[in-house]
């Protein structure tokens, strides 16, 4: 059973940074696509940024040059490094192992405030 687990989320001024974090068990990860989302408040989930498991990385347009995904394999995690962040960035940030479409799973999820 995968198992993710988020941190890093919390209140920050508009303009500051924020990295979050997504540790996972379970033994698929290395082979697994790893991506971020969100949930803005009264608003349907959305993609942020995926990383594949060689690396390749794609972004949503609206995160474009602000966002950075990356992972650390031997750690078993991967990361979403967040800079100039805007008031419109605060959402609910989840974690997704994506290793087939039997395989998919989802972490608990991180609240991110961007306000002042």
């Known amino acids: 059973q995968v198992q993710l687990v988020e941190s890093g989320g919390g209140l920050v001024q508009p303009g500051g940074s924020l990295r979050l974090s997504c540790a996972a068990s379970?033994?698929?990860?290395?082979?697994?696509?790893m991506g971020w989302y969100r949930q803005p408040p009264g608003k349907q989930r959305e993609f942020v940024a995926t990383?594949?498991?060689?690396?390749?990385?794609s972004y949503a347009d609206s995160v474009k040059g602000r966002v950075t995904i990356s992972r650390d394999n031997p750690k078993n995690t991967v990361y979403l490094q967040m800079n100039s962040l805007k008031p419109e960035d605060t959402a609910v940030y989840y974690c997704?192992?994506?290793?087939?479409?039997?395989?998919?799973?989802w972490g608990q999820g991180t609240q991110v405030t961007v306000s002042s």
């Open positions: 990383i594949s498991s060689s690396g390749s990385t």
């Open positions: 379970g033994g698929i990860f290395t082979r697994s696509t």
């Open positions: 997704r192992c994506n290793a087939d479409v039997w395989r998919d799973y």
